[in-house]
């Protein structure tokens, strides 16, 4: 194996296993920025030994190992362990301390657990949306700064400073390395979803940059996302969202054109969609059902992504189905957002004039001023009024808002169209 072949090996166990390293320390050290700090020492050995001796039969274990003698080592310089160095102080040194066993031993307690630490720990509402979005990919995704400065095409200077205020919020907070109980569990949870589901819209329909999609975000969210639902498989919103991510990732082949232009969903090529994602997209809403926990935002969510998944056609989408869930999602989690959704089903279900309606009471909503999908969607309203100046005054202005380069050229072409429809038709 050349010297290339093993640093890519170390890529790659890395990560699969930094956040199992970093949440096993964690537990021990109970402190999450000393405890990626530990996992990074193993990783820099291993880049130092590797090259020399190999790659290990298990290179999980040999970093897990490398990484709990640092773990001890630290510990007994921090003095966290002094009752048991004064018990120690007359045994052999060459025979095994009750320190050392005892430390092995909580490190090897089980892994499931010392994750959901991690993720609720990662994803603490104390923190930043932003914070906890770009600490959960650097501890639970393995991405580097830069790797993920790229994805959200902010400087890395700006992200590591994001990452380092994060794990000192946490240690000066005193914030607890457990999972939470009762109440403040479900407030917990409700800020671990909200993560996930951010770092997944960034790769579904990005705010800004040359790209309209970015597929990497979507797949790191996704992986988390079902870790997740594999350490609380009894939670019916962690399994809405991870229905609803798989179920809209389904779709990321057929969203753009080989050129990277946006294509909308009346007019994608169904026959891209994933069907795999699709199938456990839906395998998964079941299971919410069996649960009762079809209420929750993220199953309704998921619910309504079900609606298009099922349609052969975009002919066959049942939007009067989806305009009724969107009505209940609005007395679930009320937002203008929302509405401007069940705006589009209710013109898609029952007539253009029907949704605009909608959409022009939402005209004042402070939340939607600089929302350019607000006079997007009312452009297309118009314009299947056959009311085309207008719809061309909607698109420029969504245009002049868009933030993305892709969506920003579709609405101006969307502009120039409606222009021409309008010559057309004087």
């Not at 989806?322 to 609005?330: D, G, N, P």
């Not at 909503?365 to 299947?384: A, F, I, K, T």
């Not at 072409?413 to 010559?423: D, F, I, T, V």
Request: glycine share 4%.
């Amino acid at each position: 194996m050349t010297a290339t072949d093993i640093h890519r090996t170390i890529d790659a166990v890395w990560r699969i296993e930094s956040a199992r390293l970093i949440a096993g320390l964690a537990r021990m050290v109970r402190d999450v920025g000393l405890a990626e700090e530990l996992a990074q020492d193993a990783l820099v050995a291993a880049l130092e030994r590797w090259p020399q001796s190999g790659v290990p039969d298990n290179p999980g274990a040999w970093l897990m190992t490398t990484a709990k003698h640092r773990a001890i080592d630290q510990l007994r310089r921090r003095k966290l362990i002094e009752r048991k160095h004064e018990s120690l102080i007359h045994e052999p040194e060459f025979e095994p301390t009750d320190e050392r066993l005892e430390l092995e031993a909580m490190l090897d307690e089980d892994i499931g657990d010392d994750l959901l630490r991690l993720i609720f720990t990662a994803c603490h509402p104390v923190l930043s949306a932003e914070a906890r979005a770009a600490l959960t990919l650097r501890l639970l995704g393995g991405l580097t700064t830069d790797e993920i400065a790229r994805a959200f095409l902010v400087p890395e200077p700006t992200i590591a400073q994001r990452i380092v205020r994060a794990k000192r919020m946490l240690t000066d907070k005193k914030i607890a390395f457990e999972v939470p109980r009762g109440e403040e569990r479900d407030e917990r949870l409700a800020s671990v979803l909200e993560v996930l589901y951010l770092i997944f819209n960034e790769g579904y329909a990005a705010t800004s940059g040359d790209d309209w999609i970015r597929p990497e975000l979507c797949n790191e969210a996704m992986r988390l996302g079902r870790v997740l639902a594999a350490l609380a498989p009894e939670e019916p919103e962690v399994l809405g969202l991870l229905a609803l991510m798989e179920i809209q990732a389904s779709r990321l082949n057929a969203r753009t054109t080989s050129s990277g232009d946006p294509i909308l969903l009346p007019d994608q090529d169904r026959s891209r969609w994933d069907p795999l994602l699709i199938r456990r997209g839906l395998a998964a809403l079941d299971r919410i059902g069996k649960l009762r926990g079809t209420s929750g935002p993220y199953a309704l969510q998921a619910a309504i992504a079900a609606c298009h998944a099922r349609a052969r056609t975009a002919e066959e989408t049942d939007w009067a189905r989806i305009a009724s869930l969107y009505a209940v999602l609005a007395t679930v989690m009320p937002s203008p957002i929302v509405e401007l959704n069940r705006a589009v089903a209710v013109a898609m279900a029952f007539g253009p004039t029907a949704g605009l309606a909608i959409i022009d009471a939402l005209a004042d909503e402070p939340q939607l001023r600089q929302y350019h999908l607000l006079p997007s969607v009312r452009g297309d309203l118009l314009s299947r009024l056959q009311r085309h100046d207008e719809a061309r005054n909607e698109f420029e202005r969504a245009a002049s808002m868009a933030r993305n380069t892709r969506e920003r050229q579709m609405l101006e072409r969307r502009a120039a169209a409606s222009a021409q429809a309008a010559r057309t038709q004087a």
